[in-house]
């Protein structure tokens, strides 16, 4: 077959798969358009219309005008929306993932497990829906209650990356919606297809809930679009994943108008290996963590940090496991890396691999280029294992594609500092079988990310835990736990039941 002829298959595909999802797709018209394209074969696959600004603006007036509704229905009556959610895609998980894999190059078990985390977030937001809400707490005045309750925000501006086109978008919007919020969507350029293919599965849950149909907008298009979004005055909270350079931009324009952001940018995700770790165990978890995704994960491990003793064996038993990765189509049985998302991608991998050589590092294994005949044009490469002498400035940086920089400590307080020493702080691990040692890391005094974990990788998180991290990962948090407070404002209410007017503190004023 002919790269073009597998093109037109792969148009066909998706086009087949969004229509037993029933999603519509709009032809392109004589204003902004964009391109679905195929890492699988590097080519296009359709045009589609791009929304303007003013259809920004449109988009979120009419989102605004939804919340005013939506605000007022009760949240386990909005959850009856996101469970609905979750209904269709457990209907149309295979369509989806199908998608997934067209469009982001996901192998079909890690695309299916993306759909997976969206059924995982709309069965917690569900829950959520019936356990929102607010303490009460002890008045220092007689006849008097002292309570918070938390409100609906407004309209939720959505910004997503490609590397996990639609799961975020879920993390987001499921909780969203049960906390009395619109979402308005700006996903990113390189996956319209799959937020088409999403935004059509809430579209019919929208209308099979009888919930106001403009609680959900999709605006489809490039940085204008993205732009309009950020600095739309009636957009209360803008919650968005990508780079640090794109996470640089938009927390200063949203706060220059005072609206909330939530921000979920690169990581530099480092593992430490101590010398009493099960290294069959760490190998595994490493390999996943290190070339899942292709490296393109936020959570993917890009630097490990092993005890002197051991980084030999470490990176032998590491150089034999990535020897035998099966590199090629993300649909073909038994394949474990698919392509990166472009040429772009591959050129920053190749510039890394060599300042890393220049930084007097050498490659153990990988980093070239793996051709696949019929798809000329994709861009697939072989996972790069590379030994530092030392972390430097490179490696504190995240370039989105598999390399892992291995470097050596002697101390556990060294390897915590090197961990430490990037200006990210999403996802760290440790394997080790000391519990002291697994103890320290997960203390104060150890790991400064988001997440830290013992003896699993740092990618793969469950949707129940809040999902971010620090420093320039900046700061914010999606998902479980307690992350549904960013979705919602909080007033403190005091209410008096007596027939006295006692002052706080004391005060008298009489
Ligand atoms: C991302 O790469 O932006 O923990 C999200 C993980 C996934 C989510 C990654 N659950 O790897």
Redesign the pocket.
């Known amino acids: 077959m002919t790269t073009t002829s597998i093109t037109h298959d792969l148009a066909a595909t998706a086009l087949a798969a969004l229509e037993r999802i029933g999603a519509s797709v709009p032809t392109a018209g004589d204003g902004p358009t964009l391109h679905a394209r195929s890492p699988l074969t590097g080519q296009n696959l359709l045009e589609l219309p791009a929304a303007s600004v003013a259809d920004v603006d449109s988009a979120v007036r009419a989102a605004h005008r939804a919340f005013l509704t939506w605000r007022s229905v009760p949240a386990p009556v909005r959850g009856g929306l996101v469970k609905r959610l979750g209904q269709l895609l457990t209907d149309h998980k295979a369509d989806l993932a199908e998608l997934i894999t067209i469009e982001a190059g996901k192998i079909t078990s890690e695309a299916l497990g993306e759909v997976q985390?969206m059924i995982d977030i709309c069965d917690l937001a569900v829950g959520l829906s019936r356990q929102i809400g607010g303490r009460t707490m002890p008045s220092e005045r007689p006849g008097h209650r002292l309570m918070e309750t938390w409100h609906p925000l407004g309209v939720v501006g959505v910004i997503s990356?490609f590397?996990?086109p639609a799961?975020?978008w879920s993390w987001n919007t499921a909780v969203a919606l049960v906390c009395g919020d619109p979402v308005v969507w700006k996903p990113s350029e390189m996956t319209p297809l799959v937020s088409i293919a999403s935004a059509a599965l809430l579209d019919r849950a929208i209308a099979d809930s009888d919930a106001p149909r403009d609680l959900h907008r999709l605006v489809l298009g490039a940085r204008d679009v993205g732009e309009a979004l950020v600095q739309h005055r009636h957009v209360a909270l803008v919650s968005a994943?990508g780079s640090e350079r794109m996470g640089a931009q938009v927390g200063p324009l949203v706060a220059a108008r005072n609206g909330r952001y939530l921000l979920?940018l690169g990581g530099n995700n480092a593992a430490v290996v101590a010398p009493t770790a099960d290294l069959d165990l760490a190998v595994r978890g490493i390999v996943f963590a290190a070339v899942g995704t292709a490296g393109q994960?936020?959570?993917t491990m890009r630097r490990l940090i092993v005890h002197e003793d051991i980084v030999d064996d470490v990176v032998a038993r590491l150089a034999t496991a990535y020897r035998g990765l099966p590199v090629g189509d993300p649909r073909a049985e038994g394949t474990l890396v698919g392509p990166l998302i472009n040429a772009a991608s591959r050129d920053r991998m190749r510039a890394a691999l060599e300042r890393a050589v220049d930084d007097g590092g050498t490659v153990v294994v990988g980093g070239e280029t793996v051709e696949v005949p019929a798809a000329p044009g994709a861009v697939y490469v072989s996972p790069a294992l590379v030994r530092m002498p030392h972390q430097s400035a490179l490696v504190t940086e995240e370039t989105f594609a598999p390399i892992l920089y291995v470097m050596t400590y002697r101390t556990l307080d060294e390897a915590i500092e090197i961990h430490n020493g990037v200006p990210q702080g999403l996802?760290s691990s440790i394997f080790t079988r000391d519990q002291r040692e697994a103890e320290r890391f997960l203390s104060e005094a150890g790991s400064d990310c988001g997440i830290v974990n013992v003896n699993i990788g740092t990618?793969?998180?469950?949707?129940g835990g809040a999902?971010g991290g620090e420093k320039s990962t900046g700061g914010g948090r999606e998902s479980g736990s307690d992350a549904w407070r960013a979705y919602m404002r909080r007033a403190t209410n005091t209410v008096n039941y007596s027939d006295e007017l006692p002052l706080a503190q004391g005060v008298n004023f009489a």
Do not use: D
């Open positions: 985390e990356a590397n996990f799961a975020v994943t979920e994960r936020c959570t996802s990618s793969g998180a469950e949707i999902f």
